[in-house]
Every structure is written in structure tokens, then in C-alpha cells.
């Protein structure tokens, strides 16, 4: 993968290709197509136009942690994300590998150090252009390929236009988000199946809900728990969005009356315990199927503004989720972010226009090395546009693939979650594909059980990940950058 665009290469690329917005995965995408021997313009509006939460007009620059989290890429999905990302040549990786800071088994970067090293690269590169502008509206008819990454803080002139083009709302208020489960972590012992009054909807059964039923005691207590609980703040660009009026969140809606919760997301009608049906719970929450390998499950209308130490340990008094193991946990922010499964297409494309890919948090996907690394993909994919080639998505058991899945076509649609369903991401094995089998056995024969069987399957998990992230490489994106 070399920063060298042959002679034949340079011949066939007259026009660049156009990249909007200096973060994460902007950089990254700018980065991939110039190595790939092609001209592109980065675009970004820094400093003409600031932002609220931007504090430099450095590239890169990092807004909130200074941590790239867990660098473990045996048993972390995060950190296997960091290891693929080294296969493909990631600047953003290159550039917190050599800025790297103390933090345990987390990759940590000195920010500023991280962010003068992103620029530095950019700036140097023969290939890249640095435009310090304004795109204040969809972009000129003239650029037939361009990526859009600007994040959840994109202007309100761009946003607008991608929202009128998309039909969609650009969701620039207040994202309430409910906590999501891994399947496997749910007592069925205690929990079961069952949807309210076994109804059977669209692609339903009438046992599509996991639902964990609650006495009164055990609901007061959860109800003074949650009151109790330290709440996040809002960031100062955040005081004046209001909420979304369809998802308060959960402690909200127990401040206006104790019983608020039985009469809205934990009402225990429609539904019988058939373990026993005699005694009727006083409340009930509802879990629904999350994504489509039914691997992960969300809690229903419990979004929440709790702290996330105080959040885990309030979810874990739910019977039935007392082991419970978080793929995501509850929040609520403003954020920018497209319906990308009805709106792009597998190669981040959208489908209204496809001169315009999308890549970063704007897709629906979180954190900073899930943003990079959907800049990275659509890079790719932007640089094997120009060639008149087709790039192949990476496989879905590779943890870019499982990303970009999620974001294109991993999601469930169902009536009653309504067209918002779709909510952003952070990488995790509840994205991923279950293994065709899964380890059952340590080396001395005897049976796995407990923490050692998950520890046995993500590391299984992780080394099918990057097994097939090599095949990919050596079979379609060597092909595509030779061809």
C-alpha cells in the first residue's frame, strides 16, 4: 500500500475527488485516496467558521477523550478495529501509535501531538490540497465524487441541503438513545418471550419481545435507584436543543409521578409469566430484537441521561438482566446523523445522488476509531470510483465489515420502532456474525463455562476477523488499487 501513484494511474485521474469536513474520518478518507495515487481536495471550514466544541483549526482534533479506548485486539472489538486499521495503512492509527500517552491497555494520544501529526501528513502529501473553506450547501454540481464527513456538528447550510435532498431529517436535537443488551447475558430463566396481547405484526411471531417482570418492591426500589442516580450535563452547545418529544428519557418521566413508567414503557398489560401465570407483575420491561443477527437487544423507551457507572448498576437491578453485558448503554445528545440503512447504499453512497458518499459519526456510527475507520472505507471506496473499478465490502466478520453492515443494512425495520429506530453505534461482537462454531473446550479438554466460554468466543471472533481481513485485502482491494 504505497503513497506512490504510478505513471498509469496519474493518467487516469483528471478530476479530484472532493473530501468535506477536517475530522477524523475525513482525514483518514483524504489519506487512503491520496495513497492510493489520486488527487483529492480536503475541505474544511476551520477556522472561517468554528464550531462550538472545536478549540484549534488543526485536523483531527479531538473534541472530548483524548482515548482511543481498548487496545487489546484478541478480546476487545475495539481494539481488534485498531488492528485492522494498522492492515490498511490508517494514519489516524499511525499517528496515536507514535503520539501515545500512558493509559493501561487503552491506546491514549497526547491531542494536541496526535492532531499536529494528522495535519502534518496532510499538508505534505503531493497529492492532497487543503482548501480552508466553507461548503455552505450541497457541492457543485461539477465534483462527481465526493465524500461528506462532518460529523454531528455539520453546519446548518449543508445540513439543510442533505436534508432536503435526503426527504430525511438530519435529527440536529436531541438523540435520546436506549441501552443495548447482548442477547446471550439475559437470564431466560427468569425473563421470556412473549409480545403484549400476542400480537403478531409485520415479520412477527407474537413472541418478539424478551420481557422481564418486575413485583412492587422491587419496582420502588428501581424507581428510587433511578431518581437517585447522577445524571450526565450538557455540553454548552447543547442548553438550548430541546428534547425529542417521543423519548424522554427514563428519569424524566419517573420526576413527573412513581407510576409514570407503569403507564408508559413498563406497563405490565397484554402479558403472562408462564412460569406463573397466576400472579400478575406490577410492572414489566420489554426488550426488543435489535439487529438483524438477533445478537443484541434494546430495552424499550428507556432512554436515559444517567452516568454510565450509575446507569449499569440501576439496569442490573431489571430481573432477568442482572448479568447483563452492555453492547451500548443509554444516552442522550445532540447529534447529526443519517437513517443511513433506508438512505446509502453498501459503498456509503447516497442512493438520491451517488456523487455524494458519507462517512464518520454523520453515518451512524460512534467514537473516534469508528469514525476513522468508516473514512477509511469510504476512501477506499472513492479512490476505486475514480479507477472505474468496483471495490467489494469488507466481510461482515471483520469488524469494519460488521460497522459498515450495521450502518447499511444491519438494522431491523419494524412499525412500532418507527423510522428512528436506527441509532448510532460503537463497535462491539453483538455487530459481528456468530461463529459457524463456537469454542466449547479448553486445551486440557475440560468444558468452558461462564467468562472463560465469552473470553474463548471473542478471541475466536477476533481471529476469524483477521484471517478474513487478509483474504479480503489479498483477493479485492490489491485487485482494485492494481487494476
Known amino acids: 500500500m504505497t503513497d506512490t501513484p504510478s505513471k498509469s494511474n496519474t493518467l487516469l485521474h483528471a478530476e479530484p475527488i472532493h473530501v468535506i469536513g477536517g475530522g477524523l474520518a475525513g482525514s483518514e478518507a483524504a489519506w487512503q485516496i491520496a495513497s492510493a495515487g489520486i488527487d483529492v481536495v480536503l475541505h474544511e471550514m476551520r477556522p472561517h467558521r468554528t464550531t462550538d466544541a472545536h478549540k484549534t483549526d488543526s485536523l483531527a482534533e479531538l473534541v472530548c477523550s483524548n482515548s482511543f479506548r481498548s487496545d487489546d485486539a484478541a478480546n476487545n472489538a475495539v481494539g481488534l478495529l485498531h488492528a485492522e486499521l494498522r492492515k490498511l495503512n490508517s494514519l489516524i492509527m499511525k ?231 452492555f453492547a451500548r448503554l443509554g444516552g442522550l445528545h445532540r447529534n447529526t446523523f ?52 468496483a471495490l467489494t465490502p469488507p466481510p461482515a466478520t471483520t469488524a469494519l465489515g460488521a460497522l459498515l453492515n450495521h450502518i447499511t443494512g444491519g438494522h431491523i425495520e419494524t412499525l412500532d420502532a418507527g423510522p428512528r429506530s436506527f441509532q448510532p453505534m460503537n463497535i462491539n461482537f453483538g455487530l459481528f456474525p456468530p461463529l459457524s462454531v463456537a469454542p466449547n473446550k479448553k486445551p486440557d479438554g475440560s468444558r468452558l463455562r461462564g467468562k472463560d466460554k465469552t473470553v474463548a468466543k471473542k478471541q475466536a471472533m477476533s481471529a476469524r476477523a483477521l484471517s478474513d481481513l487478509d483474504r479480503w485485502i489479498a483477493d479485492h482491494l490489491q485487485t482494485a488499487r492494481a487494476a
Not at 250 to 271: D, N, Q, W
Not at 350 to 368: I, K
Not at 369 to 384: N, T
Open 95 to 325: 499517528s496515536a501509535d507514535a503520539h501515545q500517552v500512558p493509559a493501561g491497555g487503552a491506546l491514549a494520544v497526547d491531542r494536541d501531538g496526535f492532531s499536529h501529526a494528522v495535519s502534518a501528513a496532510l499538508t505534505a502529501h503531493p497529492r492532497i490540497k487543503i482548501q480552508r473553506e466553507e461548503i455552505a450547501g450541497l457541492p457543485p454540481a461539477g465534483w462527481h465524487n465526493v465524500i461528506v464527513a462532518t460529523g454531528p456538528l455539520t453546519s446548518p447550510a449543508l445540513a439543510d441541503a442533505i436534508r432536503a435532498l435526503s426527504g430525511e431529517d438530519s435529527l440536529a436535537f436531541f438523540d435520546a438513545i436506549a441501552p443495548i443488551v447482548h442477547k446471550d447475558s439475559i437470564d431466560m430463566e427468569t425473563a421470556w418471550f412473549q409480545s403484549r396481547y400476542d400480537k403478531v405484526g409485520p415479520g412477527g411471531t407474537g413472541a418478539d419481545y424478551i420481557n422481564c417482570p418486575m413485583n412492587r418492591e422491587q419496582y420502588d426500589a428501581f424507581v428510587d435507584a433511578l431518581l437517585a442516580g447522577e445524571k450526565t450535563d450538557f455540553k454548552d452547545w447543547e442548553t438550548d436543543t430541546p428534547y425529542f418529544d417521543g423519548c424522554l428519557p427514563i428519569e424524566v418521566m419517573a420526576e413527573r409521578g412513581r407510576e409514570t413508567l407503569r403507564h408508559g414503557p413498563m406497563k405490565p398489560v397484554g402479558l403472562t409469566n408462564p412460569r406463573d401465570p397466576d400472579v400478575k407483575p406490577y410492572a414489566i420491561v420489554q426488550l426488543r430484537q435489535d439487529n438483524k443477527l438477533g445478537t443484541l437487544y434494546n430495552i424499550v423507551g428507556f432512554q436515559t441521561k444517567l452516568k454510565y457507572g450509575p446507569q449499569t448498576d440501576v439496569l442490573r437491578m431489571i430481573p432477568g438482566l442482572q448479568d447483563a453485558e
Open 338 to 389: 443519517l437513517n443511513s440503512p433506508k438512505l446509502l447504499n453498501e459503498t456509503l453512497q447516497l442512493r438520491a445522488d451517488t456523487r455524494l458518499r458519507f462517512a464518520g459519526q454523520m453515518t451512524g456510527c460512534e467514537g473516534y476509531v469508528e469514525s476513522a475507520g468508516i473514512g477509511l472505507l469510504a476512501g477506499l471506496f472513492a479512490a476505486s470510483d475514480a479507477r472505474n473499478t
